[in-house]
């Protein structure tokens, strides 16, 4: 039944994302669908070169992880939910935190790829004086810097902007239903040391982003407390806030972005996990299927902070989502309406396993970057893994019904690093990264010991949090931890290893 249910759902739906989750629960179609996103933006799907202002051509190590001070992002924001548009006044305090010194500083800005998407107004430094010689070409906003930053100096930016948000159902973009705020401010992408910045072009399948950690500080304004149509407007996002008046103010730190989404149709439900407020946010559609939203979240929270370690922030929101996917940023998931109006009451479910795969995305994107362009398995492949470790603790006698359903139902082919770019389609990309990636570390946990392998993940995330992951860093770590001969099991996995 669920079978045909999905397959009518794709067939008869014109966008499918496929993006973070990967899934489909037995959805045996060979449909392909059309878009990552449906967007208008550049088709081309080759990685761009990274511009490169690197002065130092051999690159030290960087400064001691612990000790590095963070980027701040000040942002204020009013959203005019009716007419789709946002005035945002920013600040940036950007810390040179790599061992190379910069001579200048990109933004990249993801809503400048749509048509009149981002209407910049004043940029500054931090005395006021106006950056005048700036380049801003599609995404990206580029400036000299007036001396050199030198490794752990900062400099301050100012800017104000108008968003005009593009009428999508995705991440970023509004609907009837929702307006989500999701990479909608510039932000400076990580710098590696010998390459530049990192950006990537965006591609059909898959995230293209990855992000520096840093310390955000938003207030949100709302132009008017209700819709048009009446309805009372709801805030869910990244971090709670405090209000101030009718000011929303959150506090983000550390993290990868701050995410937000307006609606005036969410049900608001929550729980507590220890210390973590967890916020519930869906529509008024399938009032079954809200509270196991809400407890699946919660309880993958509390089986990964028990197996991975601590969960960073105070709260996380899950937030039902106008588009077809699931989707993560630091402290916020969006998980399909398709989830929930295709939810039976059942842990078998597509509600369940990406619930916990977007929770387990708090780790392994979250807490632990990576280039998601060019190694997507890094966050992917682990995330999908966690899936099972989810049903392994809350629901053990479904181990294997996710292992049939989730992956070998699907017999999936293709090399666990592809990176975006390469695979032919959504469910090509999905069946080798996520699916086989899956089947690989499942297959390396077997053959390293089921306790071995989880104390080289701990190693892995305590290593590498607040950083961007490698591949290389993986593997690198992962010959600490076994003597083993993994030449066969990579070779037939990987094709760059
Ligand atoms: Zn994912």
Not at 117 to 126: A, C, H, R, V, Y
Not at 427 to 432: E, G, K, T
Request: hydrophobic share 40%.
């Amino acid at each position: 039944m669920k079978t045909t249910i999905f397959r009518l759902l794709l067939v008869s739906l014109v966008i499918l994302i496929a993006a973070c989750q990967g899934g489909s629960q037995s959805a045996s179609t060979t449909l392909d669908p059309p878009s990552a996103t449906g967007l208008t933006p550049s088709p081309t799907v080759n990685e761009t070169e990274p511009t490169a202002p690197v002065l130092s051509p051999t690159p030290d190590p960087p400064p001691e992880e612990s000790l590095l001070p963070l980027s701040q992002y000040a942002l204020t924001a009013k959203l005019d939910y009716d007419s789709h548009e946002v005035l945002v006044e920013q600040h940036i305090s950007y810390v040179n935190t790599t061992a190379s010194d910069l001579i200048e500083l990109l933004l990249l800005i993801e809503p400048n790829q749509y048509p009149a998407g981002f209407e910049l107004g004043e940029i500054s430094w931090e005395n006021g004086d106006p950056i005048a010689d700036y380049s801003l070409v599609e995404r990206e906003l580029l400036f000299p810097l007036p001396q050199t930053l030198s490794p752990l100096d900062s400099i301050g930016i100012n800017l104000s902007y108008r968003l005009k948000i593009p009428n999508q159902n995705a991440p970023y973009g509004y609907t009837d239903r929702q307006t989500n705020l999701g990479d909608w401010y510039p932000y400076v992408p990580p710098y590696i040391p010998g390459e530049g910045w990192l950006v990537r072009e965006v591609a059909f399948l898959g995230e293209h982003m990855a992000y520096d950690m840093a310390a955000f500080d938003v207030q949100i304004q709302l132009a008017n407390p209700t819709a048009a149509n009446g309805g009372l407007l709801t805030v869910a996002a990244s971090s709670l806030p405090e209000m101030e008046g009718d000011i929303y103010h959150y506090e983000h730190a550390p993290a990868r972005n701050f995410a937000w989404t307006v609606s005036d149709q969410y049900q608001v439900q929550e729980t507590q996990v220890d210390e973590i407020t967890v916020k519930s946010y869906s529509f008024p559609f399938h009032p079954s299927a809200d509270l196991p939203a809400l407890t699946e979240t919660a309880s993958a929270l509390s089986i990964f902070d028990d197996l991975f370690g601590p969960y960073p922030h105070q709260a996380l929101s899950i937030v039902e989502a106008d588009f077809l996917d699931g989707m993560e940023y630091d402290g916020l998931i969006f998980l399909s309406h398709a989830f929930y109006d295709y939810y039976t009451g059942d842990h078998r479910s597509n509600l369940s396993i990406i619930a916990a795969h977007e929770v387990a995305h708090q780790w392994w994107y979250g807490l632990v970057g990576n280039d998601q362009a060019l190694e997507p398995w890094l966050d992917e492949a682990l995330s999908t893994f966690s899936e099972l470790y989810y049903y392994e603790k809350a629901y053990p006698e479904d181990a294997d019904w996710w292992w049939e359903n989730r992956i070998l139902f699907h017999d999936p082919q293709g090399w666990v690093d592809s990176t975006i770019y390469e695979p032919a389609g959504f469910y090509p990309y999905r069946d080798a990264v996520y699916l086989r990636g899956a089947m690989f570390l499942g297959e390396l946990r077997e053959l390293m010991g089921h306790e071995n392998f989880l104390s080289f993940l701990n190693e892995y995330l305590e290593r590498n949090s607040h950083r961007q992951a490698t591949g290389d860093d993986f593997f690198e770590l992962l010959s600490e931890h076994t003597s083993a001969d993994l030449s066969a099991l990579i070779g037939s996995y990987f094709t760059n290893r």
